[in-house]
């Protein structure tokens, strides 16, 4: 069932399972099912992994991988809510692993897009119109687009010059599509949410340089 835009339950975040090595999209066996995706239109005759209404110009190439309708808000943001901020995240999970989270209704989470930590892949679950709920504040989810990241806030091994580049590439058209000042204040991590209990993006996230790669 589709949910209004009213405040939903977030219930804890999901934990870390298993310290699974940093395999791209390729090897966990999801190029058949993203091919599929990215030849089928949708409903309202836009193309998967398109953001919104004017297409994905100057973004990097995404997959359209979509969660399960019970673990987001349908919404027409920009109109209903500004979108003013983008929140980074690092899963404490597989890629695979957050997919099946994020597909699976019983979960109640999502985030609009996750990277993976070998190759860049970006895999995007929920529309930027819509809203994620990725923050575990009513308030943040509404106005901001949630960016979930492979990896361990332990293990800055996940943390790969591509997924940087690639995610960096990410944030910056985000910034530009919505007018967001490309600025510490308007990109923050999940830790830094008001009344968050979670660590993420962690100690190891080397924000000084993903910032140089947006405003570069």
């Known amino acids: 069932m589709r949910h209004t835009d009213m405040p939903q339950p977030h219930p804890s975040r999901r934990r870390l399972l298993r310290s699974g090595a940093g395999l ?44 399960s309708t019970a673990n987001y808000t349908v919404s027409s943001r920009p109109t209903a809510y500004p979108i003013d901020r983008i929140v980074v995240h690092v899963t404490q999970e597989t890629f695979q692993n957050a997919r099946r989270i994020f597909q699976n209704p019983a979960k109640k989470v999502s985030a609009h897009y996750m990277l993976a930590s070998a190759d860049g892949y970006i895999g995007q679950f929920v529309r930027e119109k819509d809203i994620a ?84």
């Open 24 to 67: 791209g999209a390729a090897a966990l066996g999801l190029g058949a099912a993203t091919a599929n995706a990215a030849s089928a239109a949708r409903a309202d005759g836009s193309t998967p992994g398109d953001p919104g209404p004017g297409g994905n110009a100057g973004y990097p190439p995404t997959h359209w991988i979509p969660a």
């Open 133 to 216: 709920w990725h923050a575990g504040n009513w308030g943040y989810n509404t106005r901001s687009i949630g960016i979930e990241h492979e990896g361990w806030i332990d293990k800055p091994e996940y943390f790969t010059d591509v997924m940087y580049r690639q995610s960096a590439a990410l944030t910056a058209a985000i910034c530009a599509r919505y007018s967001i000042p490309a600025t510490r204040s308007r990109i923050i991590g999940h830790n830094e949410v008001p009344g968050t209990t979670h660590t993420d993006p962690g100690p190891y996230w080397d924000w000084d340089r993903y910032l140089d790669l947006v405003n570069g």
